[in-house]
């Protein structure tokens, strides 16, 4: 069975950080882009980050730029997400996506993605 599975999140304070893990069963993500969103409630899903396959070329919304870094390391066939300075507008349930394709990842529309976890809250509060 092919699937993504996010772990990593919780409770931080502000200014904290938080490592989120995508590990996939049933595939090799090698070849695969990996893009993280996320949903706060009310809100609609926003691209946060992604990772393009072959290069590991990234890309980051304006809204976390300089604060997450996106990084694969396939030998354990996972994407990590390291979220520092945290702040209480990043709080939302956050998924990692993937898309069989090269194309950069930046350039990718969500309904590309074939394989999506079920998602892992983070709340970012004092």
């Known amino acids: 069975q092919m699937q993504l599975v996010e772990s990593g999140g919780g409770l931080v304070q502000p200014g904290g950080s938080l490592r989120l893990s995508c590990a996939a069963s049933g595939f090799t993500l090698d070849y695969y882009a990996i893009s993280w969103f996320r949903q706060a409630p009310g809100k609609e899903r926003e691209g946060v980050s992604c990772?393009?396959?072959?290069?590991?070329?990234?890309n980051y919304s304006d809204s976390v730029k300089g604060r997450f870094t996106v990084s694969r390391d396939n030998a354990k066939n996972a994407v990590f997400l390291q979220m520092n300075s945290l702040k209480p507008e990043d709080t939302a349930v956050y998924y990692c996506?993937?898309?069989?394709?090269?194309?950069?990842?930046?350039?990718?529309?969500?309904?590309?993605?074939?394989?999506w976890g079920q998602g892992t809250q983070v709340t970012v509060s004092s």
């Open positions: 990772i393009s396959s072959g290069d590991d070329s990234t």
């Open positions: 996506a993937a898309a069989y394709t090269d194309t950069w990842c930046g350039a990718l529309d969500p309904n590309e993605h074939e394989y």
